[in-house]
């Protein structure tokens, strides 16, 4: 399967000048994918909904990026990351570090997951 709007749908790469932004790892899109995958095999419109929550999701981060409770991985480069629930997909958690002009998403993991092996 594929999200017919992928990735168009969450690319921060669309910003407006001087806005904030948010750039996604390279984990991040093959993740939405299979999120995207598996929750289409159930409902489609469920799946593109939560791509679009997602998306809105990541924009809202980036202009307020101390939202979120920080979290720390054993992992130095995961230390001090932030997670965030997607709105209406409460299950899900982006996790993200703020930078200058909005954040670098790392992550979108379901939360039933061990986030601490992961």
């Known amino acids: ?50 791509l679009e929550a997602a998306g809105g999701t990541f924009q809202a981060l ?6 979120g409770r920080t979290r720390n991985f054993p992992q130095a480069r995961l230390n001090h990351l932030r997670s965030f629930r997607i709105k209406d997909f409460e299950n899900y958690l982006i996790f993200y570090r703020p930078i200058q002009d909005g954040i670098e998403v790392f992550h979108v993991l379901h939360g039933a997951r061990d986030l601490e092996h992961f």
């Open 1 to 50: 399967m594929g999200n017919p709007c992928w990735p168009a749908c969450v690319s921060g790469a669309n910003r407006a000048a001087g806005m904030p932004r948010y750039i996604l790892s390279e984990f991040v899109e093959p993740e939405l994918s299979a999120i995207w995958d598996y929750l289409a095999l159930d409902n489609l419109d469920a799946a593109d909904r939560f």
């Open 62 to 67: 980036a202009r307020m990026p101390g939202l």
